[in-house]
């Protein structure tokens, strides 16, 4: 079919179809199934007053249909929609996935052949009392094509909905969260376009240690460019260059680029754009930016020695490095086995990252910490190494504190020390950790396996440089001294993990947490009174401390998960709020913490909550949001994903008057934030 042909078929399909009644389209209970099924499907069938919730389209063609983007393309139109709401409730503008490419007859159509959401947020307003009835309907045209047929549908589509305490569905919450996960992401910065001699060239800022292979970009504005026109994609450092024909759009050009199976909504401004410095695409430095970020993880995990994350595990770490002053191939062995402990970690939970994000789960780095039920067993572990340091008994083979010359044992520690490391975040991790997240999975692996090796960088120097060990006091009598000292800080961790798990699962789960603690050590303590008259510890001690770590678990999952709370001149931290406060023009200071990340806690206590950077703050009127993401919030997990971020710490700061958001440094100081605009 000629291409104006099939245009204007499609253009007088939609608008025959749109303007006759209802009565006059068909038989809703004779007519055959519709070419595209949508439903529309709630993430919680109880909202609650104030709030927003969202809506899905969730939208399924036949097989060789497909339904149009909100930008069709040269040809097709987009979904109409008609809403009946309740008093006060409002929709607002539908948010789409990135689509596919479709060219038929030289026309380029931006299409969903598998199926997609539209996600569509609802605002409920406040002062509704609970059990209030909120029926929600939705009149939707829209077209539906294959490659040689056009056919305009129309869909009745509601969902009840009552006032309640806005707890989202279970039943569908992974299946949302997956949804969710493909929208575009706001790019964060600013990109900037320029029309020369026919061509339109765009700069889109994107991180060099990923990857860029397969971008594409999909403009929102109507006419903007040539739909049907190649688009060459060039990596030239931090930022993407695409060049395609343009039509003179004079303004702003909305849009969003699809990069390595993620989407980035963006907004360009008219401005000057340089040719890319040099003519390789943007998957040619694939290899060179894994690389990159790998190096940086290592040297990430290697300068997290001194980030107060890993204060409570330098017991272990103490411990470690005097028992490396033994013979050289024990050292060597212990390295090697310390090593292999950390890196198995890093990668086993860098694998369960990439494994759970797959499935629709936003989550990010120390995902594991944000289940009160991982932090339980972490506080009995804790609590029993504290009293295996004290010398209140000894731990059974394997010996994993004590024994020298243990390559499994090393294993083990290296494998804690990884874990409780997991936190926070500190400088260069936080860049590759992000792009982790954008790269292939073996690159991505690679990235975790160097967080490791980093960690475990300066035990393996220690095994294999002679000169270093020389320079460590040799084993003696000191070293039961010291084990004994050592244990003050791994009590200091036990209580910060109470204080972690009574944030998250309430004072009533604390309490639990203690007492099921006390029980264990009473255990240890009796299994080290049997040790000290020359008998074993003990299987009836073993079972029942397996089974008071089991009832720990168990009990402590049924406390819900407290409300954080935030402090004076703060607020709880929404998009929503945030692009209100942005539109009144006020500059706004967002930073994301957690209870068990001791980082953000140090930042927080040295910097943020200071009386000087307070009352700069007011004097210049800026509005402090404060994310919690303590219990693992999904939404807040795709906000500092779209940043770029595996974690907490994130701090960003939005100027007055608009303006892209600008990244600050992981370490904090008074006067850099008493020095923001």
């Known amino acids: 079919m000629h291409a104006f042909g099939f245009a204007f078929v499609t253009m007088m399909l939609a608008m025959i179809a749109w303007a006759l009644p209802a009565s006059a389209q068909g038989d809703p209970v004779n007519d055959p199934p519709p070419h595209l099924k949508i439903v529309l499907v709630a993430e919680t069938g109880t909202p609650k007053a104030g709030t927003t919730i969202n809506l899905a389209l969730d939208s399924r063609p036949q097989p060789g249909w497909h339904g149009y983007w909100q930008n069709p393309g040269d040809a097709g139109f987009p979904a109409k929609f008609q809403w009946t709401l309740p008093a006060g409730v409002t929709a607002g503008d539908p948010r789409y996935p990135a689509p596919q490419q479709l060219v038929v007859a030289g026309l380029m159509n931006y299409v969903f052949e598998h199926p997609y959401a539209v996600i569509v947020p609802l605002t409920v307003p406040s002062g509704l009392a609970a059990g209030t009835r909120l029926p929600i309907k939705l009149h939707l045209q829209y077209l539906v094509c294959t490659k040689t047929l056009c056919v305009p549908e129309q869909a009745d589509l509601s969902t009840d909905l009552t006032v309640g305490d806005g707890r989202p569905d279970a039943a569908i ?33 994107y991180p060099a240690s990923a990857v860029g292979e397969g971008a594409y970009f999909y403009p929102i504005t109507a006419d903007a460019i040539d739909y049907a026109a190649p688009q060459q994609v060039a990596r030239d450092g931090d930022r993407l260059v695409v060049t395609t024909k343009g039509k003179g759009a004079p303004g702003p050009i909305e849009g969003v680029l699809s990069v390595g199976g993620h989407a980035l909504a963006l907004t360009a401004t008219p401005g000057v754009v340089s040719a890319p410095a040099a003519s390789a695409t943007a998957g040619d430095s694939g290899w060179s930016t894994a690389l990159i970020a790998f190096l940086s993880a290592v040297l990430g995990g290697l300068i997290h020695h001194v980030m107060p994350c890993d204060f409570p ?13 033994g013979e050289e191939r024990a050292a060597r062995h212990e390295a090697l086995a310390y090593t292999g402990g950390a890196v198995a970690v890093c990668l086993a939970l860098g694998a369960a990252i990439l494994a759970l994000r797959a499935g629709g789960s936003a989550i990010g780095w120390a995902f594991q910490l944000q289940d009160p039920r991982v932090v339980m067993l972490l506080l009995l572990l804790t609590v029993a190494i504290a009293l295996n340091l004290a010398g209140a008994f000894e731990v059974p083979v394997p010996a994993f504190v004590n024994r020298t010359g243990s390559a499994g044992g090393a294993f083990v520690t290296g494998a804690l020390a990884a874990f ?14 992000g792009a982790a997240l954008v790269l292939p999975w073996p690159a991505a692996l690679a990235i975790f396996a160097g967080l490791g090796l980093g960690l475990a960088l300066p035990f393996l120097l220690l095994g294999y440089v002679p000169a270093l060990r020389k320079r460590l006091p040799k084993p003696g009598a000191w070293m039961d001294t010291l084990r004994r000292i050592l244990s003050i800080p791994m009590w200091l961790t036990a209580v910060a993990l109470a204080w972690v798990l009574g944030k998250q699962a309430g004072v009533d ?45 168990w009990l402590v999952r049924d406390h819900p998960a407290q409300a954080a709370a935030v402090g004076a001149g703060e607020e709880k ?44 703050f007011k004097a210049k009127n800026v509005a402090v949001l404060v994310g919690d993401w303590t219990n ?8 500092i994903e779209a940043h770029n971020r595996a974690g907490v710490p994130l701090y960003l700061y939005y100027p007055a008057g608009g303006g892209d958001a600008r990244v600050l440094p992981q370490v904090l100081t008074p006067s850099l934030l008493e020095e923001l605009p």
């Open 313 to 325: 595990i330098l017991s272990l770490k103490a411990l470690s490095l005097a028992r490396a002053g």
């Open 509 to 553: 789960g604390m309490a639990l947490a203690l007492l099921v603690s006390l029980g264990a050590a009473i255990v240890l303590w009796a299994a080290g009174r049997r040790q000290a008259r020359g008998l074993g510890f003990g299987p009836v001690a073993l079972a029942v401390l397996v089974a008071i770590a089991v009832a720990g678990v």
């Open 632 to 639: 693992g919030d999904p939404a807040l997990g795709r906000f």
């Open 173 to 205: 919450a992974g299946q949302f969260a997956q949804w969710m996960r493909a929208l575009p992401q706001p790019l964060g910065s600013k990109a900037i376009w320029q029309a020369q001699g026919g061509a339109l060239r765009l700069a889109i800022p």
């Open 573 to 616: 931290f929404s998009e929503a709020r945030l692009t209100a406060l942005r539109a009144q023009g006020r500059p706004v200071f967002a930073y994301f913490t957690a209870d068990w990340c001791l980082t953000c806690k140090v930042n927080e206590r040295v910097a943020i909550d200071t009386d000087a950077v307070r009352a700069s």
């Open 420 to 433: 409780v490391a997991t936190p926070c975040t500190g400088p260069f991790m936080a860049a590759s950790l």
